[in-house]
């Protein structure tokens, strides 16, 4: 026990709230940017004429997808090397160069770009910034303070989505200062962040008198296991989560099931019922419960949230109990536990490199399914529906199959466990 309590003394006798929100900004602006994208999609294709084909190339290359994989991929194994501190300092103001391309953006070509440039940026922040989350915190509220950063996640869309709707009148305008908005809190987060201290176990890694572990450690015994549990439960379940999140105001309007004001505020209420669910629940009761069966219910309710999409007509009332469904869930199921067992599961030395590596396969997959979905959302929209049900469906499942409980445990306790198992 004496690692543990070398290493995990120090951030066990305060929490440091300050630290995890700073840290958790990255989650803030990660799906701020995924939804002020999907809120300006319907009015980039009016005003720009845009192909569906040219709509699935924005999704793909953009944060939502295979641009923030590429960048978590890279900046996850900077994080490992470098360390954190280092990265999440300066990464802001790459996405804020990428964000004001989009402010100005005057072509395609140029949207495309700057979400490019946005995903790289976001992608090489979120393993540096889980990472210093959870080696930080208290052991036993580390569930808790990874919970702060899956609120912030829902808290930036609700931003995004409520300038979109109090600047709907103002069209292209009103899009470029939701963007330019983004730009003020990544210069803003650079700054603050500066002075922020480095990860302490981190740290002891460098002083360790050991050789440095390769990247090959991962891709063996139990922590190849654990790639593959995280990447298919959190996969599967973001390829829904992506594609909702993305298309869901473009569908609405195209369906002709709500006005955009309608959808936009349709959206608020899910990512409200998130925040409402990830207080209340995941960060009240993670530290306490079984992490396995708090999944397995919040998976199985979005599942039948998704279903009513598929079995029932389209229509306002279903949507809403769709969206009070899958929204009050979604706080307390794969995007929180993702966050959490990405960051208890591997060892400090691997960490970031080992986030980086799930992340990428996540998002690079759902970038090559959001080619298709514009097409085959126009072409049928309930065959969609019946695709994205089966893959909660398939994320449930291997949650039941594979999900850790590490509850009350240090990581060095948990990375002894996995190693002798």
């Known amino acids: ?15 440091d709230w300050k630290g995890t929100i700073l840290a958790g900004l990255a989650n803030y602006i990660d799906a701020g940017s995924i939804v002020a994208g999907a809120a300006a999609l319907a009015l980039w294709q009016g005003i720009y004429g845009m192909s569906d084909n040219l709509l699935g190339l924005i999704a793909a290359f953009g944060p939502n997808a295979i641009g923030a994989g590429v960048g978590a991929m ?41 979400f490019l440039i946005v995903g790289l940026a976001v992608g090489a922040d979120i393993p540096a910034s889980w990472s210093l989350i959870a080696e930080e915190a208290p052991d036993d509220r580390r569930g808790k303070h990874s919970g702060v950063a899956q609120i912030l996640w829902n808290f930036g869309p609700v931003v995004v989505l409520l300038m979109s709707l109090a600047l709907t009148g103002l069209g292209e305008l009103g899009a470029r200062i939701v963007f330019a908005h983004l730009v003020i809190v990544a210069l803003g987060l650079t700054l603050l962040r500066r002075k922020m201290r480095e ?55 195209t369906l002709g099931v709500a006005t955009r004001a309608e959808s936009i505020a349709l959206q608020c209420l899910n990512f409200g019922l998130g925040m409402v669910s990830n207080y209340f629940i995941f960060m009240a009761f993670v530290d306490k419960v079984n992490h396995r069966t708090m999944f397995l219910v919040s998976a199985a309710l979005q599942v039948v949230g998704m279903a009513m999409l598929a079995v029932l007509p389209l229509s306002v009332p279903v949507v809403l109990l769709h969206v009070f469904l899958v929204g009050f869930a979604g706080g307390f199921g794969a995007q929180s536990f993702f966050q959490l067992w990405s960051a208890e599961m591997f060892p400090t030395a691997l960490r970031s490199t080992a986030q980086g590596v799930c992340f990428a396969i996540v998002r690079i997959g ?31 499942v291997i949650g039941w199959l594979w999900a850790p409980s590490n509850a009350g445990k240090t990581l060095e306790e948990i990375d002894r466990e996995q190693q002798a198992a």
Do not use: H
């Not at 026990?1 to 929490?15: F, L």
């Open 1 to 15: 026990m004496s690692d543990a309590t070398t290493i995990g003394g120090p951030a066990a006798e305060k929490d």
């Open 74 to 114: 890279i900046g996850g194994w900077l994080c490992d090397k470098l360390g954190r501190k280092k990265i999440y300092q300066w990464d802001m103001l790459v996405y804020a160069f990428g964000m004001t391309i989009l402010v100005f953006a005057v072509a395609p070509w140029m949207i495309v770009l700057g």
């Open 199 to 253: 990860s302490r176990r981190w740290e002891e890694t460098q002083k360790a008198d050991v050789a440095p572990m390769p990247v090959s450690t991962l891709f063996k015994g139990p922590y190849l296991k654990s790639i593959l549990g995280l990447v298919g439960l959190y996969g599967f379940w973001n390829l829904w989560a992506g594609t909702n999140g993305l298309f869901f105001p473009f569908l609405m309007e």
């Open 366 to 396: 759902l970038g090559i399914f959001s080619f298709f979905v514009p097409l085959l959302a126009a072409a049928d929209f309930t065959a969609l529906a019946w695709i994205l049900t089966g893959f909660l469906t398939i994320s449930m």
